[in-house]
């Protein structure tokens, strides 16, 4: 009988504490594992908010301003100089080191123009768009219609097609140009919901100013991007414009996910340090419970080697058992318990391989190391002592 008979043979003896410390490495592996996937999926999940919630970096003109407040109530402003930013600048941005994390770059000039619709007129928020880069920065519109396409036809939020009696397909006219509604923008509880939208070029023409732009709006939505980089290289370029990162909402959400990170990292920490602490006694236990059958090894000619690779052996099968379980369990547990109970885009559940092949190495690892201890007091065992006490 070799030594992994042997081995594989006391596996179905004590399967109580067996089944018991089986159980528990899984445990213990499958937790850390879905812990692990839970911070993976809240960060994916992040990202693809920001790549869908706007702008993150916005140019505006430079001024020389004294804003006068009390409370965090604005009581007066005085601006002593703003000018307008050129439109020809645009192409100064996509010329900066970092341009490849820039997702979408959004003109817009605003103004106020007198809508004419039926005889009635309003005065309307106009704001001058370029229609395919706002589509990127804005892809979480929600549009009943079409979404503009001719110079002269318009998009209108919700509460400046309400005032004005508007719907998809009237057309109105703003300082004698003719424009028609192709769409209106769901209530976003923004400034979008007051504003009538339309090419930026129709817009200059309308407000007498051409070449003319208000300010600038840049998506560099991912959370790993040079932001501040961004805004210093922007500076550089377009020196008489101010460049500001929006970053409250970023930093916030990113920092909720760091601490969930650092609990599920003390929490996979513990877990360990309690399967460690549980496989030892264990072993420990069982070698205890065989202490005469070792010796009996030990009389009839087995080394202190082939003890220790006896109990090894065990510790490493039920290990390696443990892992693949382990990783089994943490896939269930991932898409089909983990969705129901987080609020979270189900694609971005998923399991990293390598952290999953890494965790099942590690697992079987943890077993053989907490093991060592008790195979080394499993070897010397004095066989001579354990016979007399037969």
């Known amino acids: 009988m070799n030594l992994s008979n042997i081995s594989l043979k006391s596996l179905f003896r004590q399967k109580g504490k067996k089944v018991f410390l089986l159980i528990a490495m899984v445990i213990s592996l499958t937790t850390v594992l879905t812990l692990y996937s839970y911070v993976e999926s809240q960060r994916l999940d992040i990202e693809n908010q920001f790549d869908e919630f706007g702008a993150n970096i916005v140019i505006t003109p430079k001024s020389d301003s004294l804003v006068l407040s009390y409370g965090g109530v604005?009581?007066?402003?005085?601006?002593?100089?703003?000018?307008?930013?050129?439109?020809?600048?645009?192409?100064?941005?996509?010329?900066?080191?970092?341009?490849?994390?820039?997702?979408?770059?959004?003109?817009?000039?605003?103004?106020?123009?007198?809508?004419?619709?039926?005889?009635?007129?309003?005065?309307?928020?106009?704001?001058?768009?370029?229609?395919?880069?706002?589509?990127?920065?804005?892809?979480?519109?929600?549009?009943?219609?079409?979404?503009?396409?001719?110079?002269?036809?318009?998009?209108?939020?919700?509460?400046?097609?309400?005032?004005?009696?508007l719907s998809i397909g009237d057309t109105f006219t703003i300082k004698g140009t003719v424009l028609k509604v192709t769409s209106i923008l769901a209530s976003t509880g923004s400034q979008d919901d007051n504003a009538i939208m339309a090419p930026i070029e129709t817009v200059q023409t309308i407000l007498g100013k051409p070449g003319k732009i208000s300010l600038v709006e840049v998506s560099a939505l991912c959370v790993d991007c040079p932001i501040d980089d961004l805004v210093f290289q922007i500076s550089q370029v377009m020196p008489n414009s101010d460049v500001k990162a929006i970053r409250q909402v970023m930093e916030q959400k990113m920092q909720v996910v760091d601490q969930v990170k650092k609990v599920s990292i003390t929490i996979g920490t513990m877990l360990v340090i309690l399967c460690g602490l549980l496989i030892f006694s264990t072993v420990t236990g069982s070698i205890s419970d065989r202490k005469q059958e070792i010796g009996i090894f030990r009389a009839i000619g087995f080394t202190k080697s082939n003890i220790m690779q006896i109990i090894l052996t065990e510790s490493f099968l039920i290990s390696l058992a443990s892992g693949f379980l382990g990783i089994l369990c943490t896939y269930l547990t991932v898409n089909l318990i983990l969705p129901s109970l987080v609020d979270l885009s189900t694609e971005n559940f998923r399991v990293n391989i390598w952290f999953a092949f890494t965790g099942a190495v590690s697992i079987i690892m943890l077993g053989l190391g907490a093991s060592w201890w008790p195979a080394i007091s499993a070897s010397n065992i004095d066989p001579v002592k354990t016979i007399n006490s037969l």
Request: overall charge negative; aromatic content about 6%; glycine content about 10%.
């Open 74 to 165: 604005n009581i007066s402003g005085i601006v002593t100089s703003l000018e307008e930013i050129e439109y020809s600048q645009i192409g100064k941005i996509k010329s900066i080191e970092n341009n490849e994390n820039i997702r979408a770059i959004s003109p817009k000039l605003i103004g106020a123009g007198e809508v004419s619709f039926n005889g009635i007129r309003n005065t309307a928020l106009l704001v001058g768009i370029e229609l395919e880069e706002e589509k990127k920065i804005k892809s979480w519109w929600n549009l009943k219609g079409t979404f503009p396409e001719g110079d002269n036809e318009v998009l209108i939020g919700a509460a400046a097609a309400e005032v004005m009696k």
